[in-house]
């Protein structure tokens, strides 16, 4: 029998072969196959098994998977956000590894695969507005000051609480402390074993300050890092092994050996004694490195905080006040009361509360947070302003068009935070390699243990207990698991600073490898801020300004930039607009409809061929001398005839020019594609010393294009600004989408550029350099760390140089591996994109 079911709680691969591994376990499957993608199990069983049995297997399992029939999704074991909408951040905890990919969890703790400390999402509502209360009622919460309803005292500003990272840091502090104090007398007592005529024993016998180890051991093992051992016990029955597996086997028989040779050491050969006849104890060394493991874990804390800041200092921009004007009176408001159309006061030096345009007055704005451009720009009425800039020296009246999440600044932020969470595909490799480390570590440390005791110089069981701890603490993968994610999260965050912002990190890995860029024209490597230059007529029986009619009329009812360009040109001109209905605009060629009750048709010479309108050889030749010099000329035709035609410029971005050679000289190829005619495609490709460009391009064309770079093995990356791009976009290996653009591109593309010039997709190869280059660096370190470490560790080193590997070196060797990995990834907050 095979039959298929939905499998609840699956995010990465390694949930799939676990799935898969416990339902081939039950009794009578035959077969068991997983889809990560349809959140499917298929299942071949020699007679029908109930699916309750199967539930069970899960459960037994840690019950973090559940089995339905299919068209059932239950969310029992979902540890989503359910309550909180997505913007809200706190109280919602995720791995640092991204060990289950984006899952999250709803309280704090240790992640069941990895066994590290969750850490906090941050709070994404960059409108948290301020609380107040009363000093003797704190039950007593208000929005704004005032005073107490209770006893009429001054409400006084609510104190910050501290964030979930903030508690864990301080609590793995004072964990911290507490095995310091134990530990440095456990350490003194045994170090003091190698001063001649040991003083300590004067006051006591050895075996006395043995079980005085025991007693101060008691506080580290049992309440500071006791942790640790919950962590390793429960990666041992759940088979997800992990860093703590090997700590806590590697502390635990170090400390349980201390123990059992204190109580009963009859039972242990002479060359496990001393000269007073006690068994060597290992208090020292288990405590030492249980302390210095949460050393490391506690920098880690630190360091994490440190990794998101991008995303708090984004969300430091945003204010928490705005000045409303209501019938003339401006009202001090709340950010999160503003509402859409609303008019707002911006001062001097304030921050622009949200997304609007300006209705009246003229400044210049700031914008370098969120552009990375230092200079200010000039802005008048109908510019638009982003939320979180800031405002020069002069006042000036806004209407607000986008709220809360709907801001610029609210998207870049989640889409930081999103990218930021996300797995680049080299961190399988880290994966792959995590899954048979921690084995293989065990059946080292154990041939290891075999080895010295059969080989070893006496006392050989000593040697080989201590060499086969030091290689179970000096091979913990946490270094490895942590090389990418904190990488990609600095990485990310540097991006948004400059204008870059990253959807995920495949696309951070992928345009390092890009080997051909494909550009639109309007609105990538031009303006797209078309203007009029001439309108013209074809038909004695047309006036210009009649010509202007039908065009601004057709147009009114279409949002093309050029379109846009026409109608304002026409209001402009005082041209009279007719009526216009059954409009249609046709994808790269133009739009049509009736106005005035006469079929009109504007765009390009496809278009006219749509409208079975002829163009003359004089109407091609007065059109190309215009596109020579890099315009954009539309023809009108009029119930069938071509009556007059519109000449569009948009002027090149004085960027442009750069930052195709920058790519160029970084052996990318440039191609240009663009729906506009030959002539004007070849006159701007000739300004910017583009060899390869192709026009007449519809979206169609564009995506097969992609393709076909692709079938001959390029890497492609593509840059747009339409909905024309936007299949294009979908496709390419890379797209990227221009700030300035169309939210349809924006949607389709892996890489936005806020400020919408190509110096941005400069920047982002050069991020995406920078970024893989240090996780390489970080994968280095981890994997030729425990290459070196584990055979030093074994005491390969010792016949030849008499070199043995300390296990409380190899626990701090361990801790600040870590760290080390946390600090080079840091180090790409000073690198210059």
Known sequence: ?????????????????????????????????????????????????????????????????????????????????????????????????????????????????????????????????????????????????????????????????????????????????????????????????????????????????????FALSIPVVFYATWMFFERAYRSIITWNLNMFTLIGIGAGVAWLFSVFGMLVPDFFPDQFKTEAGTVHVYFEAATVILTLVLLGQMLEARAHSKTNSAVKELLKLAPNKAIKVVNGEEQEVAIDKIELNDILRVKPGDKIPVDGVITEGETSIDESMITGEPIPV???????????????????????????????????????????????????????????????????????????????????????????????????????????????????????????????????????????????????????????????????????????????????????????????????????????????????????GKVNGKEVALGNAKMMEQANATLTEVMENEAQSYQKQGKTVSYLAIDGKVSGYVVIGDKIKETSAKAIKDLQDKGIAVIMLTGDNHDTAKAVADELNLADFQAGMLPEDKLKEVEKLQEQGKVVAMAGDGINDAPALAKSDVGIAMGTGTDVAIESAAITLVKGDLHGIVKARNLSHVVMRNIKQNLFFALIYNTLGIPIAAGLLYPFFGILLSPMIAALAMSFSSVSVIANALRLRTKSI
């Open 378 to 592: 000039n802005k008048s009425v109908d510019d638009k302003v982003s939320s979180g800039t800031i405002n020069g020296n002069q006042s000036f009246l806004m209407k607000a068009e986008k709220v809360g999440s709907d801001t610029l600044l609210s998207q870049i932020i989640q889409m930081v935070n999103d990218a930021s969470r996300s797995r680049a595909p080299i961190q399988k490799l880290a994966d792959t390699v995590s899954g048979y480390f921690v084995p293989v570590v065990v059946i080292i440390a154990a041939v290891t243990f075999g080895v010295w005791a059969i080989w070893g110089p006496e006392p050989a069981y000593v040697y080989a207990l201590v060499n086969a701890i030091a290689v179970l603490i000096i091979a913990c993968p946490c270094a490895l698991g942590l090389a990418t994610p904190m990488s990609v999260m600095v990485g990310v965050g540097k991006g948004a600073q400059n204008g870059v912002l990253i959807k995920n990190a495949e696309a951070l890995e992928k345009m390092d490898k890009v080997d051909t860029l494909i550009v639109d024209k309007t609105g990538t490597i031009t303006e797209g801020k078309p203007t009029v230059e001439k309108v013209g007529s074809f038909d004695e029986s047309f006036r210009e300004s009649e010509v202007l009619q039908y065009i601004v009329s057709l147009n009114s009812q279409s949002e093309h930039p050029l379109a846009e360009a026409t109608v304002k040109y026409g209001k402009e001109q005082s041209a009279e607009f007719l009526k216009a209905d059954s409009f249609s605009a046709v994808t790269g060629k133009g739009v049509e």
């Open 1 to 213: 029998m095979k039959h298929t079911y939905h499998i609840q709680g699956m995010t990465c691969n390694g949930c799939r072969n676990h799935v898969e591994q416990t339902l081939s376990k039950v009794e009578g499957v035959t077969n068991a196959v997983v889809n990560l993608e349809k959140a499917e199990a298929t299942i071949e069983m020699e007679s029908h098994i109930a699916i309750d049995k199967f539930q069970e297997a899960l459960k037994a399992d840690g019950g973090r998977y559940s089995i339905h029939k299919n068209g059932e999704h239950h969310h029992i074991n979902d540890k989503k956000k359910v309550e909180k909408p997505k913007e809200k951040g706190t109280g919602t905890f995720y791995c640092p590894m991204h060990c289950e990919g984006d899952k999250t969890y709803d309280k704090p703790g240790d992640c069941p695969v990895c066994g590290m400390d969750l850490v906090e999402e941050v709070n994404l509502s960059a409108t948290t507005s301020e609380q107040w209360t009363c000093p003797m009622h704190p039950e007593v919460i208000k929005d704004e000051s005032g005073s107490c309803p209770i006893c009429g005292m001054d409400l006084v500003p609510m104190e910050p609480d501290l964030s979930a990272e903030e508690k864990s840091y301080k609590k793995l502090l004072k964990k911290f402390w507490i095995a310091v104090a134990f530990t440095l007398p456990i350490f003194i007592i045994a170090m003091s074993e190698m001063i001649p005529k040991n003083p300590l024993y004067d006051v006591l016998e050895l075996k006395y300050w043995n079980w005085i180890q």
